[in-house]
């Protein structure tokens, strides 16, 4: 798993998905439950995985739609 996005904007987050999956990439949110830890607030930010092969395409869909993707790596 790559990471390829990191917010601490729920919009974003769930927009991000919804383009992923309309391109039939499969992507996983983690620290969905750090609200427990940090009372709701929403200061630690969620991030987006995506396999390695799906890396790439991921990313270009992203960028196309105004979203900024962490640095390669």
């Given amino acids: 798993m ?3 996005l990191s917010t ?3 919009t ?3 927009f991000a998905k919804a383009l992923l999956q309309g391109e039939d990439i499969d992507c996983f949110e983690l620290d969905v439950n750090m609200s ?3 009372g709701g607030i ?3 930010p969620r991030r987006l995985m995506v396999s390695e092969e ?3 395409p991921a ?3 992203l960028e196309d739609n105004g979203i900024e993707v ?4």
């Fill in 2 to 4: 790559k990471h390829l």
């Fill in 8 to 10: 601490t904007d729920p």
């Fill in 12 to 14: 974003v987050m769930a």
């Fill in 36 to 38: 427990i830890l940090e």
């Fill in 42 to 44: 929403g200061i630690f």
């Fill in 54 to 56: 799906d890396y790439f």
């Fill in 59 to 61: 990313r270009q869909t």
């Fill in 70 to 73: 962490e640095a390669l790596s």
